[in-house]
């Protein structure tokens, strides 16, 4: 586990303020870390053993959240005007922003050959496993718009049905994916290797299930 500091730069969001200062903002991302390292690795000292320190800037910025830093110290920058536009659910929206970026910190990425869409699906099926999604998430392909490689949501469905409710279940995917992408060099064949079929006819295979919940 890295050495965790969180500054709360922007104070004038007062319901961030209230929630998240002092020792109870350290503990909610010592918990969001735990989380992604209990779901990418075997073991939590599996993970990358490099990285030192993790460090919360909650601030006024554009957007809603990044991650950055060097192999040693990273850094994850949060949006205080996001969180306080969902004051309903405004925990839930933390924890899985912060679960999401916590992803990017520790997640494997073939030295940056793998979609960018897979793995920004890798981070919101990490934050669907910890029961964080928001409401406004949907399962399917929006009209034919998305497809497996599509990033977020539509690629963390898709990995979770694999995950879950493929043909047959492969508990650990998610883990076994991240494993193979500390390899320097991505291969859509992972999926073949992994499934024993392509990723296009996976994607089908979601599609068919996703319509015939519809239906049903």
């Not at 490689?149 to 995917?173: N, R, V």
Request: charged residues 20%; glycine residues 8%; aromatic residues 8%.
């Amino acid at each position: 586990m890295p050495w965790v500091t969180v500054n709360l730069v922007d104070s004038s969001t007062a319901l961030v303020a209230s929630l998240y200062s002092g020792a109870a903002s350290h503990a909610l991302v010592r918990s969001c870390v735990r989380n992604v390292q209990r779901t990418l690795f075997d073991r939590t000292y599996d993970s990358p053993a490099g990285i030192r320190a993790l460090t919360v800037f909650m601030r006024e910025m554009d957007g809603v959240a990044y991650c950055t830093g060097s192999a040693a110290e990273k850094e994850i920058h949060l949006s205080t005007a996001h969180v306080a536009n969902h004051d309903a659910r405004v925990r839930a929206e933390i924890e899985g922003v912060l679960v999401h970026e916590a992803v990017h910190a520790f997640q494997a990425n073939a030295s940056g050959s793998a979609p960018g869409g897979l793995i920004e699906g890798i981070a919101d099926a990490v934050r669907l496993r910890c029961g964080l999604a928001p409401p406004h998430w949907r399962r399917g392909t929006d009209g034919g718009r998305r497809q497996w490689d599509s990033g977020y949501d539509a690629t963390a469905f898709f990995l979770q049905f694999i995950e879950e409710e493929g043909e047959p279940p492969l508990p650990g995917f998610l883990k076994t994916l991240n494993m193979i992408m500390a390899d320097p060099l991505w291969d859509d064949g992972v999926f073949v290797d992994l499934t024993g079929r392509k990723v296009e006819e996976l994607w089908r295979l979601y599609v068919a299930s996703v319509e015939t919940c519809v239906v049903s």
